[in-house]
């Protein structure tokens, strides 16, 4: 049997990830300082934990309802209110496997064949398989450094055809670090509202912004509340990444029919997770702070070292990754990244990998301890040093 | 400078992060840092800097007790004076002044159980004020000044995920 010619040609067709040559040749070497994590470094708070392990000791080892635990859809509307002002019931929750289930389910709910979405980038690299397992096909709309990485309202009327039925939006974003404020929601909502528009809007690093600035979320917009899922979950936020757990927000009608959707795929999220999850949000808004102003403090302090190496780059307002430009060096992005992997291991991730438009920039994470970013920060300047000369 | 008490949390958990890295985080010129930390060691604001070693992964041989001990207050002085003859010796790492049911704590390091035993014994036993003492030796360092003293640290095991 010819395999290859057997299988759903769609998924035989996607492209891997072309960083997984580069990722196999860092796990070859020792003493790589690696910033190219896409993951908190902190384990989850150990009263979160706690929880999860009792669950255990007290037998809730079975499934949950479809739609998620009724409490922890309760916790979650309350959370959302709490810090992002949103106006939520709980039918309009539902509890997923992690924030990458959600938007799976958001694609093949909203999407037929001959769609067509908007998927800004540089971004998170899953949007675009998933649309086009969906059936749909995918207009990708550069973001540039010169206006912080953000979706401007003009750019995205330019990509909008007849047959545009979503625009998927990432922000804070990976891997650029770049936030959407007030007024850029309400004027790309401008163009959304005219062009009747579905908004997936993943905002799973919503907790992590800085200087003082809140995250906006897509879901305070009210009178798109129809049209917009926002995406969220515990990952990043609580450092629950293995818990895998994650949830949507959305119009009653769409969580039915993604509901539906995830009865027959998933069953229900890990049951463990979503008692843990419910201690998380009624306890853990300290833990947040506290992981976020840690966070901060590496963003500076790196910042400020990229500076005194001369590379330039936006100052990013959320998430946690840096995003400079490497092109003084006079590298592409993946040559740049393999040649600091080998001569001075340090591993960050090439910013190609999120996009044509990532081209010229790398992914740097301060999810990372302040020992090893001072280590990268070091073996970086030898690096350029080296390179410019 | 008025961010002497998030200089002094980064400090405290941090005693290595250099002048520059302090500037970075709280936003003023590494030079006002300095200065800052110079006036927070003259009003010994900062007391000192410490490593935190784990001793049991040396092959220095250590024993660590910890004593409880029964003062009668002095007139005028209340504790301060005994608790000045205790921690004057050199063996003596730290002093507390409690509440409830004994008045000061004393840590102590020696080499051997027979050295700690002696001290108690042929000096803190015999001050005056002090009326009774319990010998606590220490087992195990679980964590010290909020960092773990893990017998392996674990390796991360985070995945390259983008």
Known sequence: MNLPNSINPVIRDLKPSGIRKFFDLASTMDNVVSLSIGEPDFATPWHIRDVGIYSLEKSRTHYLANAGLAELREEITKYASRRFGLSYQPQNVLVTVGGSEAIDLACRVLLAPGDEVIVPEPSFVCYEPLCRMAGASVIRLRTQAEDEFRVKPEALEAAITPRTKLLILSYPNNPTGAILRKED??????????????????????????????????????????????????????????????????????????????????????TTSQYAACEALREGDEDIDAMREEYDDRRRIILDGLANLGLACFEPKGAFYVFPEIVSTGLDSESFCEALLREERVAVVPGNAFGDSGEGFVRISYAASLENISKAMERMESFLKRHRD | MENNEKLLKQLEKNGRITGEQLASVLGESADEIRDTIAELEREKVIVGYNALIDWDKTDRELVTALIEVKVTPQRGDGF??????????????????????????????????????????????????????ATHFVLKKYKDKGVLFEEDAEEDRRILVI
């Open chain 1, 185 to 270: 929601v309400e004027a790309l909502a401008d163009v959304i509202r005219k062009h009747d528009l579905f908004v997936l809007s993943d905002e799973i690093y919503a907790e992590l912004t800085y200087g003082g600035e809140r995250h906006f979320s897509f879901g305070a917009v009210e009178d798109l509340k129809e049209r917009v899922l926002v995406v969220n979950g515990f990952s990043k936020a609580y450092a629950m990444t293995g818990w895998r757990l994650g949830y949507v927000m959305g119009d009653e009608y769409l969580i039915k029919m993604m509901t539906k959707l995830h009865q027959f795929g998933i069953m229900s999220a890990p």
């Open chain 2, 80 to 133: 301060d004076r005994v608790a000045a003859r205790i921690y004057q010796y050199p063996e003596v790492t730290s002093v507390y002044l409690l509440s409830g049911g004994f008045d000061l704590v004393v840590m102590i390091e020696g080499k051997t159980l027979k050295e700690v035993a002696h001290f108690v014994s042929s000096k803190l036993a015999t001050i005056d004020a002090v009326t009774g003492t």
